[in-house]
């Protein structure tokens, strides 16, 4: 009958004994520790066996190792008995214990005496603070270390008896943690550090125990155990491309479209896919939420990281590492070199295919009125709009991709010559006709050379005296040219419920008004005075090319919004709406039923009338930025005094909040004042003008309101979980350089 052993040599004594074993191999720190073999257990010299383990005073913990233990698939953790805190005379009846009940554990009161049973004696840590790690999140199977922690031991934890205190780890940066930690930060970032290296050493992701006393203690660690995956959500991207909350209209209309050109895109470069695009996205609470579960599988089977799509979409920190050969890559790498040769001249095609798709775009709107037609013909021209909408969504998601991929090149080719400061010192390229910001400029400028009249009548929104006064007759002109050019944008370019400009040209006279009172400044701190690399050229060519994708998307899509009021109109008449714009509350499908018959007038009133009472319930909600499933309960209020998100435009500005949810909101604004925003589109051009600061729920590197923010040298952060909760006058802190966003009082 074999000794017991110390820890080191522990081999074959259980999962839970050789994986400590192995640790303490690697130089982890795992305490003092002496493992009893199944064939001990019940050795009637147990006692006499364990006088190795040292009479110092020394309390000790007793635990069990089953070879059925800690597997990946099941882990039996926590239904077997663990006795903590016991001196060394206690130890012999204790290791009895735990064995018997891990035997029962897995076979019931008659177990089988054949399980291999060894039990751990592992010196007893008296922590100031303990909990558990994981290297991958437990439930979605995300990229990211979660530390949990609770004062004193951990068994509280493990039994779920007590509430820990969370951190959750992404890409080196903490994007949850406890307002007031008993875990110091330092330690915290000790732990997931340490489950990462675990993670690389064994070769699995870890679900492992730890202790702080001053070092840090690793007490046991275990596969995480797998099973069905239920789908996990992300509205991280999603709020970008479809912000706020989403009608049920427009998103049976923009929800096919954007995960069809998303499909598109991935299948040209990585070959046909398992994947229907309606499995793509989803809406949570009337939220636009995209499947990162089904993603994250598809990235990590051809060897790039599981948030490649937001990198890509310059969401999430970090560069795109090399692609690590996996099978499934190796099988696809033809395909993969063919579509990198293709993409790498795709602005030359995009040159090329842009003015058609226009041509195209401006025939479709071509044609008798909306209101001229009967209802069946309105739905087939919204079928018809479709394939051209989803052709340009599809240049327009291509050339954002690659605009990124241009940009990061940028930046650590501009990082290696030496030329650049920060990463977000990124050159200003010429502005091209389909930019925004520098028409309204130009707009404002024609103001301020005309008579004061003018700027009279522009402050004063007449647009009709403009039109009557013979010295406003510049104006006039060069205010029809942007509304030419303009005039299809709206508050959301994806979002066919907001008016357009055209609809109300006061609006943009507002924006005139407010660009003159903006005093001219100097956004040369971001620019290069000598000529940029060729990559940076390069970033400035895709930078005019979204530019001009963004407002054929806004044109083209547009087109909805005229066909389904004069649906609404239709409906209404039938008396199956109240009102014609509450046809935004059905899907198409459901107004087409309506259309042929297949849904009672009746019926169709009482859906949308219900969809509008939830829409009113939950349109203040903070949703949170992942959902596992597909439901989410009504979410608590948070109250953090730090926000974090991408810091987009470096410098630090305190000023007051205004919190800005459309163009609407323009006239209450201030100069100098914080803007928070939902999310970011060329349109909101206008209110950033009069910024200090910018902050923003949503954007990465490469979004409106982080190239505006860099342009006029102000910070800016974007993808703030929780900008929205700041109030109208809260004094706050925005530094760009760190993405946070401090709340310095509340203005009560």
Request: hydrophobic share 45%; glycine share 8%; charged share 25%.
């Amino acid at each position: 009958m074999g000794p017991v052993l110390r820890l080191e040599r522990a081999r074959r004594s259980g999962t839970k004994a050789g994986t400590l074993a192995r640790l303490a191999r690697l130089g982890f720190a795992v305490p003092d520790a002496w493992v009893v073999p199944p064939a001990l257990v019940d050795a009637p010299d147990l006692a006499a066996r364990l006088r190795v383990v040292p009479d110092d005073g020394t309390r000790w913990a007793v635990r069990s190792s089953a070879d059925v233990e800690d597997g990946s698939v099941r882990s039996w953790a926590g239904q077997f008995r663990t006795v903590l805190d016991v001196c060394r005379d206690e130890v012999s009846a204790a290791v009895v214990d735990v064995a018997h009940s891990a035997a029962r554990a897995v076979y019931g009161d008659d177990g089988d005496p054949a399980v291999a049973v060894a039990v751990v004696v592992q010196r007893m840590v008296h922590p100031h603070v303990a909990g558990v790690v994981f290297s991958r999140n437990p439930v979605t199977g995300m990229r990211e270390t979660v530390v949990e922690a609770v004062p004193g031991t951990g068994d509280g934890l493990v039994a779920g008896r007590v509430e820990p205190e969370r951190w959750v780890r992404r890409n080196g940066q903490w994007r949850e943690r406890p307002p007031v930690p008993h875990l110091e930060v330092e330690v915290a970032g000790l732990v997931a550090d340490g489950a990462d290296r675990m993670e690389r050493a064994l070769r699995f992701a870890v679900d492992a125990e730890w202790a702080w006393d001053g070092t840090l203690w690793w007490l046991q660690a275990r596969p995480i155990t797998t099973g069905t995956r239920p789908a996990v959500y992300s509205s991280r991207m999603a709020r970008d491309m479809l912000p706020g909350v989403v009608l049920p209209l427009v998103w049976s209309v923009n929800g096919p479209v954007v995960s069809r050109a998303f499909l598109a895109f991935l299948e040209d470069v990585l070959g046909p896919l398992d994947v229907r695009p309606e499995e793509l996205s989803t809406l949570i609470h009337h939220r636009f939420y995209i499947n990162i579960g089904a993603l994250s599988r598809l990235f990590a089977e051809f060897g790039l990281p599981e948030d490649s799509l937001e990198r890509l979409a310059g969401m999430e920190a970090g560069s795109m590492p090399p692609m690590r050969p996996t099978p499934t890559a190796l099988r696809r790498l033809p395909r993969l070199a063919r579509a990198t040769r293709r993409y790498a001249g795709f602005g030359k095609h995009l040159d090329a295919r842009l003015p058609q798709l226009w041509q195209r775009a401006r025939a479709r709107a071509a044609g008798p009125p909306p209101g001229d037609l009967a209802a069946a013909e309105l739905l087939d021209r919204v079928d018809r709009l479709a394939p051209l909408v989803t052709e340009i969504a599809f240049h327009h998601v291509v050339t954002l991709m690659l605009l990124q991929m241009h940009s990061a090149w940028a930046r650590s080719t501009l990082t290696l010559r030496g030329s650049a400061s920060s990463p977000v010192d990124m050159p200003a390229g010429d502005p091209s006709d389909h930019d925004l910001g520098a028409a309204l400029r130009s707009l404002a400028d024609v103001v301020q050379a005309a008579p004061p009249s003018v700027g009279e009548r522009v402050r004063a929104g007449d647009l009709a005296g403009l039109r009557d006064d013979a010295a406003a007759a510049g104006f006039v002109a060069a205010f029809d040219g942007f509304m030419d050019r303009f005039g299809h944008f709206s508050d959301s370019a994806v979002n066919f419920t907001c008016p357009t400009w055209a609809e109300e040209p006061d609006r943009v006279l507002a924006m005139v008004a407010a660009a003159l009172d903006v005093p001219a400044r100097d956004g040369s701190a971001h620019l290069h005075t000598t000529r940029p690399p060729w990559v940076v050229r390069r970033v400035a060519a895709y930078s005019r090319r979204r530019d001009e994708t963004s407002s054929l998307y806004a044109y083209a899509y547009g087109q909805y919004r005229p066909l389904v009021l004069a649906l609404g109109e239709r409906l209404s008449e039938v008396g199956a709406l109240d009102d014609r714009e509450d046809i935004f509350h059905l899907t198409l499908e459901e107004v087409r039923r309506v259309v042929v018959g297949g849904l009672e007038p009746a019926e169709a009133r009482g859906i949308s009338a219900s969809r509008a009472a939830d829409i009113a319930a939950t349109a203040d909600w903070e949703l949170p930025e992942v959902v596992v499933g597909d439901v989410v309960d009504h979410p608590r209020d948070e109250d953090t005094a730090i926000l974090r998100g991408i810091g987009v435009s470096r410098g630090m500005y305190t000023g007051r909040v205004a919190v800005c949810r459309g163009l609407a909101d323009l006239g209450a604004l201030r100069d100098g004042d914080v803007v928070v925003v939902p999310y970011s589109d060329a349109s909101w051009t206008p209110l950033f003008l009069r910024a200090g600061a910018i902050v923003a729920e949503s954007g990465g590197m490469l979004s409106h309101s982080a190239i505006l923010a860099r342009e006029l040298a102000i910070p800016a952060v974007t993808s703030v979980r929780g900008a929205l909760a700041l109030r109208d006058g809260e004094l706050v802190t925005v530094d760009g350089s760190l993405g946070a966003v401090l709340r310095v009082d509340t203005g009560d």
